[in-house]
């Protein structure tokens, strides 16, 4: 349901910005848990960006909002943040893991994170 139109978004971001490559100072000596701490703030960043997008969209007030649809309608304009993240994950993990961590682990919880965020917005 989200995958195809997200690879599609991808595919056109990873062309029209192509990949970031700078090598951070001792990343091959960091632990797995200090590589996620130092990309926790990218995948945060890229997160709220797209909640705020998410919730903005005039259809996110209507009673059955396609989530999965705002999600993917909500890319384009968070195209600087997932990028980013993309990329520091690349860094960090190695090239390839950051499309792979989009495309997979952060896909499948980001409905329920933007859900989260936007309903604690509201409070």
């Given at each position: 349901?989200?995958?195809?139109?997200?690879?599609g978004?991808?595919?056109?971001v990873?062309?029209?910005?192509?990949?970031?490559v700078?090598?951070?100072?001792?990343?091959?000596?960091?632990?797995?848990?200090?590589?996620t701490?130092?990309?926790?703030?990218?995948i945060?960043s890229?997160?709220?960006?797209?909640?705020?997008?998410?919730?903005a969209?005039?259809?996110?007030g209507?009673?059955?909002?396609?989530?999965?649809?705002?999600?993917?309608?909500?890319?384009?304009?968070?195209?600087?943040?997932?990028?980013?993240?993309?990329?520091g994950?690349?860094?960090?993990?190695?090239?390839?893991?950051?499309?792979?961590?989009?495309?997979?682990p952060?896909?499948?919880?980001?409905?329920?994170?933007?859900?989260?965020?936007?309903a604690?917005?509201?409070?």
């Amino acid at each position: 349901m989200l995958m195809a139109p997200l690879a599609g978004v991808m595919l056109v971001v990873s062309v029209a910005t192509g990949p970031v490559v700078v090598e951070p100072q001792g990343s091959l000596s960091m632990t797995a848990r200090q590589k996620t701490a130092a990309v926790e703030p990218l995948i945060k960043s890229a997160t709220e960006c797209i909640a705020r997008a998410v919730a903005a969209d005039p259809r996110f007030g209507t009673s059955a909002p396609d989530l999965g649809q705002l999600i993917v309608d909500s890319i384009a304009g968070c195209v600087a943040p997932v990028r980013a993240m993309i990329d520091g994950y690349d860094r960090y993990f190695g090239d390839g893991t950051g499309e792979a961590f989009f495309m997979g682990p952060y896909l499948d919880v980001l409905p329920s994170a933007v859900t989260k965020w936007v309903a604690d917005a509201v409070r």
